[in-house]
């Protein structure tokens, strides 16, 4: 999803610092607007809004002094952390989810320890982080999926506020996380409510900055809206002769498998021991 308000700029949203050499160590950096250059510029991005949902909401009559909403191309499996650092031209994640399986130490690493306490150096999955100016606390990207509408509430009044008392001389970056959650736990019908607080909030913005600020809407991902269906993979592998293990430093008789489930519902990855042949797993 890409909404712009109308501009005539064709200048980058975000661009890497001077001095970056490879690719993965480039870090994606916010620029200071030069006095008449171009406006400021307000990047949002939404967590896991599809296309469809904002094409619907804007028939609706919402962010309706927005240009109409363009496609974007997510990695797959959709996540996150992937996708914005590719995105941004920020370095990597350790794994594709914060449980993950480590190929140098042989064994799973990472988990939902990183959601608890306080949002320190080693909890940050990519750069793409540091050039956040608007993040919701760490406890909230997983209390959203437990207490959605009151997470949602407290994420918009935080970057509303935070926002307005930014330099008004530099862009501005923010991450809403919780319309993820929202349309997780509650639907599309859920997430419609949320994006017309949003849709009144942006016009509570443009209106106290005026055409000096520049809305930039986007997403991460999107999301598959059909109902899943659950497989039960573990059991029938265990079933074939396959045994589960959480590392494979030492070599041991029967298959070994390795499986970081962890929140991704449409995808699973599987690690295998050197005893076990990939071919017939």
């Given at each position: 999803m890409n909404e712009v308000c109308p501009s005539h700029d064709p200048t980058p949203l975000v661009t890497a610092r001077d001095g970056a050499q490879e690719e993965t160590d480039r870090r994606s950096a916010l620029r200071v607007v030069k006095t008449q250059?171009?406006?400021r510029r307000l990047l949002l991005c939404l967590d896991g809004v599809p296309f469809d949902v904002v094409t619907e909401a804007?028939?609706?009559g919402l962010f309706d002094n927005f240009k109409d909403p363009a496609r974007l191309l997510s990695p797959f499996p959709t996540l996150t952390n992937v996708a914005l650092a590719q995105m941004l031209c920020a370095s990597p994640p350790n794994g594709y989810e914060s449980l993950y399986f480590d190929r140098e130490a042989r064994e799973l690493r990472g988990g939902v320890r990183k959601y608890i306490g306080?949002?320190?150096p080693d909890k940050v999955p990519s750069s793409y982080m540091d050039e956040l100016d608007y993040q919701e606390p760490l406890p909230f990207e997983f209390l959203i999926y437990v207490a959605t509408d009151a997470v949602w509430r407290a994420d918009m009044q935080r970057f509303?506020?935070?926002f307005l008392s930014a330099p008004p001389a530099r862009d501005f970056f923010g991450f809403l996380k919780a319309t993820d959650g929202l349309l997780h736990i509650g639907g599309p019908a859920r997430l419609g409510v949320a994006l017309r607080s949003l849709d009144k909030l942006l016009r509570e913005i443009q209106k106290e900055c005026g055409s000096e600020t520049e809305i930039v809407l986007f997403s991460d991902h999107g999301m598959n809206l059909e109902e899943n269906r659950r497989t039960h993979l573990q059991s029938h592998l265990r079933r074939c002769g396959y045994e589960f293990v959480n590392h494979m430093r030492r070599p041991r008789g029967r298959r070994r498998v390795s499986s970081p489930a962890f929140g991704?519902?449409?995808y699973a990855a599987l690690y295998c021991g050197e005893e076990?042949?990939?071919?017939?797993?």
């Open positions: 250059a171009r406006p804007k028939s609706r306080r949002r320190t509303r506020e935070r991704l519902c449409g076990t042949d990939k071919a017939e797993l």
